[in-house]
DNA sequence: TTCAAGCATTGGATCGTTCCAATGTTTGAC
DNA sequence: GTCAAACATTGGAACGATCCAATGCTTGAA
């Protein structure tokens, strides 16, 4: 078959002789068309292959059909899902997501924020780098694009999308306390991640609403890998008296730790309490399988998605801080404490 | 600030007594105005705020600044790993990534095509869902847009880009071999994927070539998860001679199977040799850390994304069927067998 | 027969940019 | 002083759709 020439309306119209405006209430939907010419039109339509051009179609209306999506890095899998989500949630309604990664660099993400803005997206979930100003992203945007920021605070008025860290991690401390645990470190991750810093918050709150003390020795920082963990699981016991129990800032860290652990012969789970964050896949294979706090990022997105689309029906919407609910997933790597000191556990 | 009139080329134009024309010229960096015009052009630009409107330049221009990436399922390291590499050579050049995800579902790929296509991309990068039609899909892409077929083949003539399963199981068998064993098995998988049919035939290709059979009973079928492969690890032994070493068709199943080996009281790495496939990050981390093949998914994406801006510079490029190089990565977990029956390893 | 109301369709202007042929303005060679 | 070549800029048409006010058609009621 010949490369023939890229088909428009016009020619959809002219085959059939009627005017470029039928054709196009037709591709709209428009009640105003009689059923008859409708089906002539689609018939046609998909007779020649016409497709149609929605680039010029927003032009004209003014309107947009798609939502920039900007990450830190789709290769770590809570970004990956999130991404899916969003997807799925504006596939649905037909928009499609225009993807930008930042990779964590400041500039990158003014690069692709100014390229992404470019396309007129009717709004941009931004991850924003470590690091990010509000006025660049702001002066970067431009006036006319709502943007939802998600994972990470920036300076501003923002929609502000996240998980709830804070509850997550009372959660979790408040598990291993029900399970009689007294003396409860804080694992891993570092002082200036805002995620970092909620998570221990929720810790410090749980243990405060338990009449219990966080002593500073119980808090180990350890950058957020498997690696770094299992090197760090040592200083947890340095001083007396030593934990019975961890709540990690992740799951990559605490698989670390589990590892850590048995390397120095202690058995996680049955000697030493471990509870997670984020529950990842791995979460539930490892050994022993984690208890953790499973955090839904696919939904997340979907949230994310909808926001966006919301606003931009109604853009006289107030600017809202919404915190994703999560939950504990109890699984083998929490026990009781070894012993109980006389304390009468039900 | 007053939510001000979106601002054009025109606003620019007149604010400074020139003509739309000469501004064009200057946003496309055109040599042809005064250094001194492009000067005050850029500044009024700055200073008012103006934001470049693609979309009207493309409809214009005929030209696209987007590529389209169809993939199966983004919470999959492999394709996030590919996506983020894909976007990473895309956003180099100015472009934009359109994504779409089919879930593997036919139905969904057909919808996601038609939506992408109509935002006139470039071109688009697909990994077809299992069960795809090719006629379908030129259908539903239209004749103008190419679209360079990624990981799984699909029927007719498309720019095929694919990693080379079949020199990465000869890679892992041939390892086995130079340490010594003769009863190899291959692990994992399902005979109806196509990566999984091409890695079986590497492994036998090997086997050949050092003059080795393969033996029926030393091909297991497993779904390829960890759970599945832990299940399955004992269909390994239940018929003399049993294997000594096994080829898996991924990590995920490497790993299940050493999960599995565990549990039955024998020592990978040391009683039994195991090569895992993609080499995913937990692949260094586990106990032993896994021998496998690295398949550089994200050069990958890059390579992708090249093609297709290659093919748009030159519509005229013969339809070519591209693999992708992998490499073998030595660890703990392949070891010489635990007998050598007589045979002078040097 | 007339007229209003509803239905179905239409031409022309328009969205924000680029293309193109034309026009003015320098410059330098003879 | 003239002329061609190079430089710098320009207005109007065009890209492929939508918007909008206008226009024929049918009806059926008065």
Redesign the interface.
Known sequence: ?P??Q?LTLNDVARNLGLSRATISLVLRGSPLVKTETRARVEAEIQRI?Y??????A??RA?SA??VG?IVN???N?FF??F??GV??AL?AV?F??????TGESVE?QQ??LS??????PAGIILSPAEGSQGSAVA?AA???VPILVFNRALDGDWDFLAMDNHRGAYLATEHLIALGHRRIAFFGGHRDSSSCRERLEGYAAALADAGLTAEPQWRIEAAPT??EAARQAGALFVRDPAPTAAVCYNDAVALGLQ?GLVARGRRPGIDFAIVGFDDIP?AA?S?PPLTTIATAP?GLGRHAAERILARMRDPSLEIALHTEPVSLIVRESTCPPPETYGHTAK
Chains 1, 2 share one sequence.
């Not at 497709?51 to 010029?56: D, E, K, L, P, S």
């Open positions: 078959m490369q023939q890229k292959g497709i149609y051009n929605r680039a010029a927003n032009l003014r059909s798609s999506l890095d789709l290769s899998p990956a899902e991404a899916a997807d799925e596939a037909g499609v997501t225009l993807l930008g990664s990158r690069a692709v390229s992404l803005v470019e396309h007129a002066r431009g006036a006319h498997r690696v590892l791995e294979l050994m696919r």
